[in-house]
């Protein structure tokens, strides 16, 4: 299935109104360690299907929704439950750290 294209409009309903833990990649095409982040953010969504909401949202087209987070360096991956952010990481980080942090939310 893979991640979930997120937008300033469905950030709300796909995120924070989500039963499921979400982890959300902030990201933009001309961003460098975003690309070398995203084959990794895809396994996460793959290896964790129906436990934790992967999701992508572009900053350049949510531009609202990532100054509401206060995302000012990408990639920005934030770990939501319930509705708020519990973990935030900047920057390209290794597969075995995101999959920590996704079993913790789990947790």
Not at 2 to 18: C, T
Not at 31 to 43: N, T
Not at 47 to 64: H, I, T, Y
Not at 69 to 81: E, H
Request: contains cysteine; charged residues 30%; glycine residues 6%.
């Amino acid at each position: 299935m893979g991640a979930v294209h997120l937008s300033d409009e469905n950030f709300k309903k796909e995120v924070l109104e989500s039963k499921t833990p979400c982890l959300v990649d902030f990201w933009a095409e001309w961003c460098g360690p975003c690309r070398r982040v995203a084959p990794v953010v895809e396994e996460i969504a793959d290896e964790f299907q129906g436990r934790v909401k992967v999701a992508k949202l572009n900053v350049d087209e949510g531009s609202k929704t990532a100054s509401a987070y206060g995302v000012m360096s990408i990639p920005t991956l934030m770990f939501f439950k319930d509705g708020k952010v519990v973990e935030q990481i900047v920057g390209a980080v290794a597969k075995q750290e995101l999959v920590a942090k996704c079993e913790e939310l789990l947790s």
